[in-house]
């Protein structure tokens, strides 16, 4: 049975900064990539970053320069440094895997609520 399990939401006052982990269990095959989405209150689902196995990291135009993802590949783990944190960036924030080699899929964590406010 896979799971992601994502720990690190909180509430952080704006300027601070939070770090997520999503570690994946239960993984068969290659992990192809890792990666945060979030989804505000009545908006869709986005992607923050998204670290693959080809080229660099992408992030969401929004978070340049403010977050940075890494993962740790010998335990599966993805993790995301939020720093200069904006009330937009209040959302729940949902792990990301993709994995397989002939056939993919995707599979999500059960999400983390991060709330920006003072």
């Known amino acids: 049975q896979v799971q992601l399990v994502e720990s690190g939401g909180g509430l952080v006052q704006p300027g601070g900064s939070l770090r997520l982990s999503c570690a994946a269990s239960?993984?068969?095959?290659?992990?192809?990539?890792m990666g945060w989405y979030r989804q505000a209150p009545g908006k869709q689902r986005e992607l923050v970053a998204l670290?693959?196995?080809?080229?660099?990291?992408n992030y969401a135009d929004s978070v340049k320069g403010r977050f940075t993802i890494s993962r740790d590949n010998a335990n599966n783990t993805v993790y995301l440094e939020m720093n200069s944190l904006e009330p937009e960036d209040t959302a729940v924030y949902y792990c990301?895997?993709?994995?397989?080699?002939?056939?993919?899929?995707?599979?999500w964590g059960q999400g983390t609520q991060v709330t920006v406010s003072s």
């Open positions: 239960g993984i068969i095959g290659r992990i192809n990539a």
């Open positions: 670290a693959s196995n080809i080229g660099g990291p």
């Open positions: 990301y895997c993709n994995a397989g080699r002939w056939t993919r899929l995707d599979y």
